[in-house]
């Protein structure tokens, strides 16, 4: 009998236990920290860059080291171009290499003058019309080498130009502003098309973190909505803004994937940390910035 009550009375403890964590009144020790309506992710870098070339051969020069901020359009490496800089010699002579078309207008103004001779010639009778007519087609034959030797030379200098670009393409430049975290290539190592891969970059001057919402929860979010993250063991609330809202829910989870920027030119948040999409505390931020801009629309008089 006594067994059987013991048993009894710590079943009833236990529930009654269990009745009190929920509710919290053992204390904030036992209780979640976490709010019911935050969701956590990581920060991540804004872009991840893997800088390649679009050409082959041995990097000569490598200008910059893991950790090294780079803006857009700096070199970062150099690859060997002793070839095309000879190359271009031979481009830029051949399109500064002008006396065929200084000769060509020269006979060009003959013929001309030819042509004019036979004109008043014939006008005297001193002239036959077949020597005007070959006169004439001396003179248009001297215009058509005027216009090849002009074609050539417009093609030489397209060449030249293909060669400058060519040797722009040695140079590998940033695609944007970030850090340096990781080289995959040396000075002296050889690129190839199917290792093109010269370095990582990131963008840290915004940060974003991939939250999982519930469906219950989507309907309150909209895109280019602000919304409160809380940052890092501090739980440091920062203001981002809602980028943008998958249109596919996971099936699984019933959750939908939710993508937040957030603001970081001073260099001040850490990419890799845990944070959490704080929604009741988006949720007030909104209303009062509704109620400040409804606020503002009323005129002094109603006010």
């Keep these: ?62 200008k910059v080291r893991e950790g090294d901020e780079v803006r857009q359009g700096q070199v970062l490496a150099q690859l060997e171009d002793s070839l095309l800089r000879k190359t271009l010699e031979v481009s830029r002579a051949a399109k500064d290499a002008v006396g065929g078309k200084t000769a060509a207008e020269a006979e060009v103004v003959i013929r001309e003058q030819q042509v004019q001779s036979y004109r008043r010639l014939s006008t005297q009778g001193n002239a036959t019309p077949r020597e005007l007519e070959r006169a004439e087609s001396d003179h248009q034959q001297a215009l058509a080498r005027l216009q090849s030797v002009t074609e050539e030379l417009n093609v030489r ?50 940060l974003k973190a991939v939250f999982s919402v519930p469906l219950r929860r989507i309907d309150r979010l909209s895109e280019g909505q602000t919304v409160v993250v809380r940052v890092g063991g501090s739980r440091r609330p920062v203001v981002g803004t809602l980028e943008h809202i998958s249109p596919v829910a996971n099936a699984e989870s019933g959750t939908i994937r939710v993508r937040v920027i957030l603001d970081n030119q001073k260099k001040d948040l850490r990419s890799g940390v845990v944070c959490w999409l704080d929604l009741e505390a988006s949720a007030r931020s909104l209303e009062s910035k509704r109620a400040r801009v409804g606020a503002n629309l009323l005129s002094p008089a109603v006010r």
């Design 1 to 62: 009998m006594n067994r059987k009550w013991i048993a009894t009375l710590c079943v009833f403890v236990s529930v009654q236990c269990l009745s009190w964590l929920d509710s919290g009144v053992l204390g904030t020790g036992y209780v979640n920290t976490v709010a019911a309506d935050e969701y956590e992710a990581f920060t991540e870098p804004y872009r991840r860059i893997n800088v390649s070339s679009s050409e082959m051969g041995v990097i000569t020069d490598l």
């Design 157 to 206: 200098a397209l060449e030249y130009q293909r060669v400058i670009c060519q040797l722009e393409q040695r140079r590998i430049l940033s695609p944007a502003d970030g850090v340096v975290v990781s080289l995959a290539k040396e000075a002296g190592e050889f690129v190839s098309p199917t290792d093109p891969v010269l370095l990582q970059l990131v963008q840290l001057d915004r």
